[in-house]
Structures are given as C-alpha cells and as structure tokens.
Nanobody, 124 residues
Framework: VQLVESGGGLLQTGGSLRLSCAAS????????FGWFRQAPGTEREFVAA???????IYIDYVKGRFTVSRDNAKNAVTLQMNDLKEEDTAVYSC???????????????????WGQGTQVTVSS
C-alpha cells in the first residue's frame, strides 16, 4: 500500500484546510486509516481514524473541528480541519493497516503503511 498526502499549507487561526490521502496498491476498503501529526520536538500523536465500516475516532482536542472520511471508490481518505489553532501546527501523516481492532487505531506502532506527511502551519 502506498500513501500520498496532499493539501497542507499555511493559514491563519480560525481557518480551514482539507487534507487528502491517496492510496494505491492492495484492497482499500478493508483497511483502517489513521491521521497522525507531529510538531517539532514532540512525538507523533494520533488525530483521527476511520475504520472499514466508516466508524470514526478522534482525539478529544479535535472533536467538533476535524472530520475524517473515506471514499472507497476513489481510494482516498480526507481530513477536514476547521477552526484551526496555532497548536494544530504539525506535519500530518496518514497511515493504513488491515484487520486493525478498533481499540488499537490510535497506536502508532500498529500501522505498517505511512505516507510522507504534509505540513500544516497555523499562525495568528
């Protein structure tokens, strides 16, 4: 599975951005996709995930602001980010894994496939 993110950029607080993750390779519909982010000097952290049955999971900090979705026909996963804050500044990466138990979707080590990441910078 190859993953390529796009859609990052520089914007002001309160703005919106839509990240995309294009997948190629093996069967898409059976994979769980996660979005993670890493700010300078910090560890990579879980942001959101979407399961094969389109169940979604978010960290508390982005609930109500971020929405993850998938389009199996297009082999694409998106992360819509609204009301962005400076603290959201980071490199955002998507990851994929098959047969992932929902209780493990936030665990970085459970994903075998990663994209290269896309930079999101939010300034006041």
């Amino acid at each position: 599975v190859q993953l390529v993110e796009s859609g990052g950029g520089l914007l002001q607080t309160g703005g919106s951005l839509r990240l995309s993750c294009a997948a190629s390779g093996r069967v898409f519909s059976g994979y769980t996709f996660g979005w993670f982010r890493q700010a300078p000097g910090t560890e990579r952290e879980f942001v959101a995930a979407i399961t094969p049955s389109t169940g979604t999971i978010y960290i508390d900090y982005v609930k109500g602001r971020f929405t993850v979705s998938r389009d199996n026909a297009k082999n694409a996963v998106t992360l819509q980010m609204n009301d962005l804050k400076e603290e959201d500044t980071a490199v955002y990466s998507c990851a994929a894994e098959s047969s992932l138990h929902p209780s493990l979707v936030a665990a970085t080590g459970e994903y075998d496939y990663w994209g290269q990441g896309t930079q999101v910078t939010v300034s006041s």
